[in-house]
DNA sequence: GTGGGAATGAAAATCATTTTCATTTGTGAT
DNA sequence: ATCACAAATGAAAATGATTTTCATTCCCAC
């Protein structure tokens, strides 16, 4: 395993904590930055294993990455502009537990994002 | 826009209605059925459109598809055999609402979905 | 039977992601 | 400073799912 490289982080937090890799790769080029798209792929992986980012899915299959606390927690996320907020989600955690358990289901995750448009779109 | 091919949805409901467009082409291969990958893909697309079906993701990226009732709903998935249970999700919706009205969102829809181990894994 | 649009599928093109592998860089000991 | 060796880097090739192209086949209304 390698370690993330540190621009990589500091390019994803200054697009706004929401980004693909190629998406942090052509920002890093374009701002004069020398940097391979394998390490950015490598870098990513990296700060996904120990957490610091979250990835997740665009409708079209390409994995986005982005800033993430470390409690458990939810995403309210602007389709348009996409502005992120992390919100609590009290009501689901009841929700997962009982549904689980009431179905026969043990070991429970569960994944849980609302979208929309902001104020400000 | 094409029509699906009803031997596509009848693979899909013979596999469980829990596979890839792959999966479901080697499948229909397997059993001797002529049809080609472009076939599969088309046809799996026009179910989604036409709401017969649901689309979402592995954690590769690959995207899966599964037949659908057509109320809104969410699930309830078995990691270990991918038995799926349709759950209501009043609480969901409710806490929704709730948290986009708080950030001004407006024009939301969300996704949510349990994991875990079934009673019979 | 004929004409034209819909359906089909083989092959090529796309595109994100991963793998390979040779090169460079950093570090610590001597 | 020199050497040794491990970690990091990135170019290029490989992979694999999905889409596009395009020529052919099917089907149906006339
Ligand atoms: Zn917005
Ligand atoms: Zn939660
Ligand atoms: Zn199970
Ligand atoms: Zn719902």
Redesign the interface.
């Known amino acids: 395993m390698s370690r993330s490289n540190p621009r990589v982080l500091s390019t994803l937090e200054r697009a706004g904590g929401f980004a693909s890799a190629q998406e942090i790769y052509r920002l890093m080029q374009r701002e004069g930055e020398s940097i391979g798209l394998t390490t950015v792929y490598r870098s990513l992986q990296s700060l996904v294993n120990d957490k610091i980012v979250d990835v997740l899915?665009r409708d079209d299959?390409?994995?986005i990455y982005r800033l993430c606390g470390d409690a458990h927690h939810h995403h309210?996320v602007?389709?348009a502009c996409g502005d992120t907020?992390e919100?609590e989600?009290g009501?689901?955690e009841?929700?997962?537990k009982v549904?689980?358990e009431e179905?026969?289901?043990?070991?429970?995750?569960?994944?849980?994002?609302?979208?929309?448009?902001?104020?400000k779109c």
């Open positions: 899915r299959g390409e994995a309210l602007c389709k907020v919100i989600g009501a689901i009841k929700w997962a549904m689980a179905h026969g289901f043990r070991d429970v995750g569960h994944t849980a994002e609302i979208f929309g448009i902001c104020s």
